[in-house]
């Protein structure tokens, strides 16, 4: 009977939060809304996987959405599979014509970046970081994370598993504040990176 109960409050709770303006980006089965490089991206299990195990990776390589996003919420799940892998989730980002790169603001994944802001293609740098410490407390390396991008006016914020890594603000005034968001393996050894349950909030 408990067991029930606790279902039911879930459910309620999940639909509560769809009526209140989130939208799944990813349906799980196709890459619909979606474009990228199809030989660096595959759909198992419901998630949309960057990378492979078995070969190395040449160069950066991207999944992004087909709309563009200014101030949103962005909440995902990720999963990395290799000990150097690198990946990362762009936002407001913009593709570089007849190139493989993008420029944009990345949620950075990977040993001693998760949880980073970088500028891609940018100022190539890390703009703001978490604790190192705290945030080992509560990162799960080879299982599902939370992963949360809050962008708001110039005001972006992440959370990892509930705790924030991030809270910058951006002095630039020069630097757009909405693009596409898209979904990185980044270049180098064999590894995987693995998203899942994909949705955003458009934020008033």
Known sequence: MKSKIILSL???STLLSWGQGW???FDGKSFAGWEGNYHYFRIENNAIVGGMTYADIPRNQFLSTE????DFELQLQFRLVGKQTNAGVQ???RRIPDHHEVIGYQADLGQNYTGCLYDESRRRKILAEPDREELAKVLKPDEWNDYVIRCE???IQLWIN???TVDYTEADRSIELDGIIALQIHGGP???AWYRNIKIKKLP
Do not use: P
Request: aromatic residues 14%; glycine residues 14%; without cysteine.
């Open 23 to 25: 939208v799944s980006l």
């Open 162 to 164: 509930g705790y924030q």
């Open 10 to 12: 879930f459910l309620a």
């Open 190 to 192: 064999a590894g995987e």
């Open 91 to 93: 936002i407001r980002t």
């Open 153 to 155: 006016g110039k005001r």
């Open 67 to 70: 709309d563009t996003y200014q």
